[in-house]
């Protein structure tokens, strides 16, 4: 039963990160402005003689959710990797596999475009620091934390 919930919940994470992909530029872009305008209200809250560029903050909003969102993906696949036994070398295969595809996903949605920058630099490397973490995690006495 592990197996299963692990597998579904991996295929509906990778499901949903491709979804974010088709929604069209303005819209994406729209979301991202209005989370990223509430974290400069509290930044200026904190540091009120700060000069933070709300253009800045949109930039570190839009890529720290490619963080995010592969963090997720990648400690959810590492623990379905290890329930069904599957060799970990192929763990960063798959992680590179689903950043290209989501980034060519992005070729059929309205006024974006695909990225390798984002797919090498933001997404695999979330992927491989989630599946990191989660092994840490699973594994105290691997990771010398037992």
Avoid: C
Avoid at 15 to 38: C, D, H, K, N, Y
């Amino acid at each position: 039963m592990k197996k299963i919930i692990s597998l579904s919940l991996s295929l509906i994470l990778t499901a949903f990160v491709f979804s974010l992909s088709l929604i069209p530029g303005e819209t994406s872009g729209g979301q991202s402005l209005l989370i990223a305008e509430t974290v400069k209200r509290i930044i200026d809250s904190i540091f009120p003689d700060w000069e933070l560029p709300l253009l800045l903050v949109h930039q570190f909003v839009r890529k720290g959710a490619h963080v995010a969102e592969y963090f997720l993906l990648g400690a959810s696949w590492l623990i379905t990797f290890r329930l069904f036994s599957i060799k970990i070398i192929l763990f960063p295969l798959l992680g590179t596999v689903i950043a290209l595809a989501d980034e060519a996903f992005q070729l059929l949605a309205i006024d974006r475009g695909p990225s390798l920058f984002d797919a090498f630099v933001f997404d695999l490397p979330g992927f491989l620091f989630g599946g990191f973490i989660s092994f840490f995690l699973t594994n105290p006495k691997k990771a010398g934390l037992a």
